[in-house]
């Protein structure tokens, strides 16, 4: 088996594993309870870069074919994370999602050297996966801005974030909720 799908695979198993399963931190919620929906209804597309563009590049691109992927979720994944430290892929997102809400699309990302810890996070870090069978990579998560503003305000409405550390909540949720999506119809 291939890099690429050694990496989609376990991006699967993670979702799988980790994200849809109950999570005894989160009021028995999934750690990301539209994950499965989206993984089971082939709304989710994952793209391995192995070299053929920069990350950021490869990033880029796949904005541009957001709409027309019609995915509720594309994931960008790469290998290469000593070509990007977490601050500078944190930098881009924050950044990006400035421009991009004009999209009406919205960045998310992970790095290895920056990750959840048990004793910051327990809610994503208390479980009993490992990530070990591959190689580190970082991703970059695109969703369309309104929907996830929308689902993330019916979350809160049902007491998901109840037991999110308060300082995590307004580092992710709170600055998506301050853009304004250019819905065009």
Known sequence: ??????????????????LEKPNKHLNNFPACPYAKTTRTRNRLKIK???RKYSF??????????????????IVVADPN???VSPYCI????????????????YLMC???????????????????????????YMIIF???L???????????KKGYYKNWPMDYYDEVVTPRQKLKPNIRR
């Open 146 to 156: 309104k929907l996830l503003q929308d689902a993330s305000n019916h979350l809160y």
């Open 142 to 144: 695109m969703q369309e």
């Open 48 to 50: 391995v870069n192995l």
């Open 56 to 73: 950021f590049q490869a990033v880029e691109r796949q904005i541009k074919l957001f709409p027309k992927e019609k995915k509720d979720l």
């Open 1 to 18: 088996m291939g890099r690429a799908k050694l990496i989609e695979n376990d991006v699967i198993d993670w979702c799988i594993n980790v």
């Open 81 to 83: 994370v000593d070509d």
């Open 110 to 136: 992970f790095h290895p050297d920056s990750p959840a810890t048990v004793e910051e996070h327990a809610f994503l870090a208390d479980n009993e996966w490992d990530s070990s069978q591959v190689e580190p």
């Open 90 to 105: 944190q930098y881009f997102v924050d950044t990006r999602n400035i421009a991009l809400q004009d999209e009406n699309l």
